[in-house]
């Protein structure tokens, strides 16, 4: 494919002038039998590039082990996709990605070093930096437009200028890793305009982000970039939302107008997000700006392409301001996609998360709580066992939860502390001397912004009761990656968290929504597959379930419910439910 070249006077392809109209787009956020369809509407919305971020957490796992690339990670395919199709790629893979993503793509056993001072030139973390550009640049060369490819430019990390960190050892070292690793295309940074100061590098593209106010933040990109081309890195869209909030929603008239703005002023565009997708199973971010707030499962951001990837308002307001600057396809306006509603959904089998943690994890003994860092875990829950030492009325305080603790005393539930309410103590009382505690402790998504981005999970400092340190814990994670392991059987009445198991019927697979009207809090899986959480508080009440999930003939759904519901009933439905507008 041609290739991008940088001048005093603009972008050039191939030696004619370019302007990069791009939305962003996540493969990781997308099941990858739907990623052809989503580049297909890319190009007949009028975009001739998308702009792709890279999860090192996912892609790497395990510190030094393999680079996982099958599946959901094929980034290989992908870009081979997004050339089959004629688009360009802006690819940036980090290794910070923001993204309201999981920990801003960052791997949590980063964090198992407690020293460590993430998106710096601290060895400690620039020797796994470089052992992982070792592992992902060489799949990255082949797709490269010098090499008939379609990554056009790369961009080097992300909007650092945010970061406060101010290490520009750090940034220059990751030049010269992409550039060492054979990255030929031109490179790029992206900073919001407050930030282009301490986010550029010398001798890199700068391009700015923002929602509004192109004119104000265009200009002051030209005041750090006195030459080349003018470009929004990220024009915000919509926005995401978190649990607790309304669903956000940004005026078509608002973004319509601003993305005008950017395309008279000469500018390129990369509109955020095109289409956002789902963070699917536990890879949801969190932000936390003196008080921790977790980001929902739904990407949908409000964006032209919605969660199903169904064209939305936007989508064709955007088409025909696109159309007013650049060449757009004359094919219609895809319509949605069909949609399966299934009503009534018995969920007839149950298992017990607290009797079968022992098939979902392998314990470890420790004299005090051991966080997920510490037992090499990423996602899910965290189990911890204990005893009481007496019986008796007392108060049980706990160091610090990150994110949330349900707190049970012989199997019963007891209370809840949560993060988010800065919640560190409750009073029970010990029926005895010897009465077992045990605490279940969910990562609700580690910080993916700002200073809080080292956010370890589980529980740390002192474990009491009435004063007293309790000690001699049984520590078992509970990732939840697989749960055919469970053993199910004809649901009962018993207290705790439990696994629900249904079955239904599919003549035709097709993209649903799962509903869970009566239901509290927990996890859902459709035939294995990670659907992503659920919480009464909203604003997000059901789920996507992609429709290549599905098969013809009978399904499964399992639901993790972590408190206690008031049906056993579920539905499929051919719309989502994601809650009022904020």
């Known amino acids: 494919m041609p290739e991008l070249t940088i001048t005093d006077d603009g972008f050039f392809l191939d030696g004619a002038p370019f302007r990069i109209v791009s939305g962003s787009l996540h493969y990781f956020r997308v099941h990858p039998e739907q990623w052809a369809d989503r580049l297909h509407k890319a190009r007949l919305m009028g975009l001739n590039t998308v702009d792709v971020y890279i999860p090192w957490n996912l892609h790497q796992p395990r510190p030094g082990g393999p680079l996982r690339l099958e599946d959901g990670l094929d980034l290989p395919r992908f870009l081979e996709l997004a050339a089959a199709e004629g688009l360009h790629v802006l690819l940036r893979p980090g290794p910070y990605i923001c993204a309201e993503w999981e920990a801003g ?118 005041e750090h970039q006195p030459r080349g081309p003018l470009m929004c890195g990220e024009f915000w869209s919509g926005w995401f939302d978190r649990w607790g909030s309304g669903h956000n929603r940004r005026s078509a008239d608002e973004v319509c107008g601003t993305l005008d703005e950017i395309l008279a002023a000469d500018a390129s565009v990369n509109i955020y997000m095109f289409h956002g997708g789902t963070n699917f199973g536990f890879t949801n ?44 396809p004359a094919e219609p306006v895809p319509p949605a996609s069909r949609k399966l509603s299934l009503p009534d959904i018995r969920l007839t089998e149950r298992a017990s998360l607290l009797a079968q943690a022992d098939r979902l994890g392998t314990a470890r003994q420790a004299e ?25 009325d007392g108060v049980l305080r706990l160091g610090e939860v990150h994110d949330r603790c349900q707190v049970f005393v012989d199997g019963q539930p007891i209370g809840v502390l949560e993060r988010e309410r800065r919640e560190q103590a409750l009073s029970l009382r010990s029926p005895a001397a010897g009465a077992s505690l045990t605490l279940l402790v969910e990562n609700q998504g580690r910080v993916n912004y700002g200073a809080g981005l080292r956010d370890w ?100 759904v399992v639901v993790l419910e972590l408190h206690g519901s008031a049906t056993d009933v579920v539905r499929l439905d051919v719309s989502p439910d994601l809650g009022p507008a904020e």
């Open 457 to 556: 999970k589980g529980v740390a400092g002192p474990v009491t009761f009435d004063g007293e340190p309790l000690s001699g814990w049984t520590c078992t994670p509970l990732p939840l990656d697989d749960p055919a392991a469970l053993a199910f059987s004809p649901a009962g009445t018993d207290a705790g968290p439990a696994f629900h198991r249904g079955t239904f019927e599919v003549a035709e697979p097709a993209d649903t929504f799962l509903h869970l009207p009566g239901w509290t809090k927990g996890n859902a899986w459709v035939n294995g597959f990670p659907l992503g959480r659920f919480w009464s508080r909203g604003p997000q009440h059901s789920l996507y379930v992609p429709g290549p999930v599905l098969r013809p003939g009978a399904n499964e």
């Open 105 to 222: 793509g960052l791997p949590a056993w980063l964090l198992a070093d407690p020293d460590v001072r993430l998106r710096t030139s601290d060895p400690r973390y620039q020797e796994p930096v470089d052992r992982y550009f070792e592992l992902l640049l060489p799949h990255i060369r082949p797709h490269l437009a010098t090499e008939g490819g379609p990554v056009v430019a790369v961009q080097v990390e992300n909007e650092y200028g945010a970061s406060g960190l101010r290490d520009s050892a750090h940034l220059a070292h990751l030049v010269t890793l992409l550039q060492q690793g054979g990255v030929d295309v031109p490179l790029f940074t992206s900073d919001q305009a407050g930030d282009l100061a301490d986010g550029g590098i010398p001798g890199v593209l700068r391009t700015v982000n923002f929602s509004r106010g192109a004119a104000a933040r265009l200009r002051s990109l030209r």
């Open 285 to 328: 971010g969190a932000n936390d700006k003196g008080h921790y707030r977790p980001t929902i499962t739904s990407y949908d951001y409000d964006a032209p392409l919605d969660e199903a990837g169904d064209p939305t308002d936007k989508y064709g307001r955007f088409r025909e301001i696109i159309a007013r600057y650049a060449t757009v």
């Open 368 to 392: 005090r709580p051991l966080t997920m860092e510490e037992l090499g875990q990423a996602f899910g829950f965290v189990l911890y066992r204990t005893t009481l030492p007496a019986a008796g």
